[in-house]
């Protein structure tokens, strides 16, 4: 993954980052020397969430399958949520 420094970022704008993101998905943005931030294409951006809403999609299966699910009323809800705070 290449590294663009903020001063980079600064100086010479969005084509940093498509310089940086010509030959890969992501880039870091360093800020004092330090990685702090990352870039992407917008279209790695769309792939990432949708492998995150796989992710969540596949973990709700798993609860359902094994009885780890509560089943009540929109009030039953929040009464339990309250409840718990």
């Known amino acids: 993954m290449s590294t663009i420094s903020a001063n980079d970022l600064k100086t010479k704008g969005v084509s940093a980052i498509e310089a940086a993101l010509e030959n890969q998905p992501e880039a870091v943005i360093s800020v004092r020397g ?3 931030y990352v870039v992407m294409d917008l279209a ?3 792939h990432l969430r949708e492998c ?3 992710a969540a999609l596949a973990e709700t299966r798993a609860d359902v399958a094994v009885g780890r699910f509560v089943k009540e009323s929109p009030e039953e809800h929040l009464a339990r949520i309250d409840k718990a705070q």
């Open 34 to 36: 330090k990685d702090r």
């Open 44 to 46: 790695q951006y769309h």
């Open 52 to 54: 995150e809403l796989e």
